[in-house]
Antibody, heavy 117, light 110 residues
């Protein structure tokens, strides 16, 4: 059974950093496309970043230069390093997987990041 | 302002057929597949339709998708109370090199 379990969210002051993790089971993260999608409270879905099987990555302009996606194949885990956080980055961050970036077959339960002083 | 445009709300009565539109451009829906997601209150999104009109296993055939030019549509027939949710379209955008989502449509079953 495919499972994605996020962790690492929390309350952080503006300008702070976090590393979000997504532990995968039931498949290997290196064998498919892995993404992060976020959802601000009461708002719609916003795509954040993707890493393909060939290690190519793409990132939304709104977070480019501040957020970085990566994976550790030995731990079967996806990461999102989030730096220079702003209040508008407050959201539930979902880990996601699928054959390509816009088709997400599996979603994690999400981890909440709150940016506030 | 979302790159893909969806109506913010839609409604119908049980048993009715409802359609939700998703309008894009030549760089996203016009040249790539549209996908649809259902998000029930308080839960993670779920893939409903992929590649414009394909249903993952387990999705009832009451849900169908189509694409024409730079627009896509999601149709729900035989509306049920459990269909009350937010629905999002998504596609890859070749110009922006990002995934673009619609702003979401809140479906109310009256």
């Amino acid at each position: 059974e495919v499972q994605l379990v996020e962790s690492g969210g929390g309350l952080v002051p503006p300008g702070g950093s976090l590393r979000l993790s997504c532990a995968a089971s039931g498949f290997t993260v290196s064998s498919t496309t892995m993404s992060w999608v976020r959802q601000a409270p009461g708002k719609g879905l916003e795509w954040v970043s993707v890493i393909y099987r060939d290690d190519k990555t793409y990132t939304a302009d709104s977070v480019k230069g501040r957020f970085s996606i990566s994976r550790d194949n030995s731990k079967n885990t996806l990461y999102l390093q989030v730096n220079s956080l702003r209040p508008e980055d407050t959201a539930v961050y979902y880990c996601a997987s699928g054959p390509w970036a816009a088709r997400i077959d599996y979603w994690g339960q999400g981890t909440l990041v709150t940016v506030s002083s | 302002q979302s790159v893909l445009t969806q109506p913010p709300s839609a409604s119908g009565t049980p048993g009715q057929r409802v359609t939700i539109s998703c309008s894009g451009s030549s760089s996203n829906i016009g040249s790539n597949n549209a996908n649809w997601y259902q998000q029930l209150p308080g839960t993670a999104p779920k893939l409903l339709i992929y590649s414009n009109s394909q249903r993952p296993s387990g999705v009832p055939d009451r849900f169908s998708g189509s694409k024409s030019g730079t627009s896509a549509s999601l149709a729900i027939s035989g509306l049920q109370s459990e269909d009350e949710a937010d629905y999002y379209c998504a596609a890859w955008d070749d110009s922006l090199t990002v995934v673009v989502f619609g702003g979401g449509t809140k479906l109310t079953v009256l």
